[in-house]
């Protein structure tokens, strides 16, 4: 049974830092993507970052605006663990953060339909 774990979310304030963490299991994770994508209150599910788990390639989302320069995507096989490292937290990236993985390796990294399994979320909550 695929599981992934996230943890590592919180209340921090403006400026601050998070490092959030997914734990993989259940199966081998070699081929696939793992990506991040959070969801705030009332809004659609949208993607932060994607990482493949063989490669050093990494994408983050097109909005350049929302965390560019801010996030990092890495991933530590040893462990199976995938993390997102969030400097400069702002108010506007409070929400339930999700990690996913895929093995389509056609799907686009950013698309949540392309996505196999899910992780139940982890609150961030960024005060002003």
């Known amino acids: 049974q695929v599981q992934l774990v996230e943890s590592g979310g919180g209340l921090v304030q403006a400026g601050g830092s998070l490092i959030l963490s997914c734990a993989a299991s259940g199966r081998t994770f070699s081929g696939s993507r793992m990506g991040w994508f959070r969801q705030a209150l009332g809004k659609e599910r949208e993607f932060v970052a994607g990482?493949?788990?063989?490669?050093?390639?990494?994408?983050?989302?097109s909005n350049a605006d929302s965390v560019k320069g801010r996030f990092t995507i890495s991933r530590d096989n040893a462990k199976n663990t995938a993390y997102l490292q969030m400097n400069s937290l702002k108010p506007e990236d409070t929400a339930v953060y999700y990690c996913a993985a895929s093995f389509r390796p056609l799907a686009r990294p950013d698309d949540t339909m392309g996505y196999d399994y899910w992780g139940q979320g982890t609150q961030v909550t960024v005060s002003s």
């Open positions: 990482i493949r788990w063989n490669s050093p390639y990494t994408s983050y989302t």
